[in-house]
């Protein structure tokens, strides 16, 4: 009787979930073709399945419907927003395009701007992020948060969609970055792997306050670095250092790192045991 009652449930629980949540693997295949339409020109003998570009465009479109129609239930306001996203698309493509250039500026091992669009994951997250952005904007319920975890899952950044990045943005490498939601970031900032822009507290009562900080114009920080809370401020053209941990503001033009000290060894032993890490 009791495994009845729970097969009911499971039931019951799978038919919310329908009428609530957009198809996760929808929600991924439309931000992984948007992705190519956008930046990924193909041959005239390597065409999407015989499709021309008004096309493709026009698919897209009817498929974002449907995906925000899963999370709103809304097919009237589906279809105001879709039109809202796709009309803010030249506008969000040119600010990517100025993304994918600064990698090409700043990365010596970046060869083309090509090089950048289809094969750079730091690119890729920032294209889903602004995408997301402008949704989480438009305020489309669940669908954000969906195409940032594709991102995710794809590059190992995780940028929330709400976070407020300026242009000419650049990641380098990438895998590890998390930055949170209330995160703010300036125009030019570079991010190495492992960043953290994250919350110094975790409450739940904090949710509405900014818990993240705040990066301004032409920063770099260096991998492994940690930047909490959000009354941090780093301060324009700043300098933060590999594996820093940073919960306090700096004013601009800071150079910010640890010292690293060298000990020669000899016969004494040390006076604290050192773990190797290969």
Known sequence: MEEILFIEQ?????KRRQRRFPDKALADSFVQSLFQLLFVHLSD???????????????????????INQSEHDTANSVAEAAIFFSALPALYKELMKDAEAVLAFDPAAQSLDEVLVSYPGFFATAVY?????????????LP???????????????????????SFSIDHGTGIVIGETAHIGKGVKIYQGVTLGALNVAKEEASKKRHPTIEDEVI????????????????????GGNVWLTYSVPANSVVYHKSEIKIKDRNPFPEPLNFII
């Open 130 to 142: 602004r995408l997301s952005h402008q949704l989480w904007k438009q305020k489309v319920a669940l």
């Open 221 to 240: 920080i260096y991998s492994g670095a940690t930047i909490l809370g959000g009354e941090t401020v780093v301060g324009r053209g700043s300098i933060i």
């Open 145 to 167: 948060r969906l195409f940032a975890e594709f991102a995710h899952s794809k590059t190992g950044i995780d940028i929330h969609p709400a976070a407020q990045i300026g242009p």
């Open 10 to 14: 499971l039931s019951a629980n799978s």
């Open 45 to 67: 003998d390597d065409k999407r399945a015989g499709l021309s570009l008004q096309e493709e465009y026009e698919n897209l479109k009817s498929l974002l419907i449907t995906l």
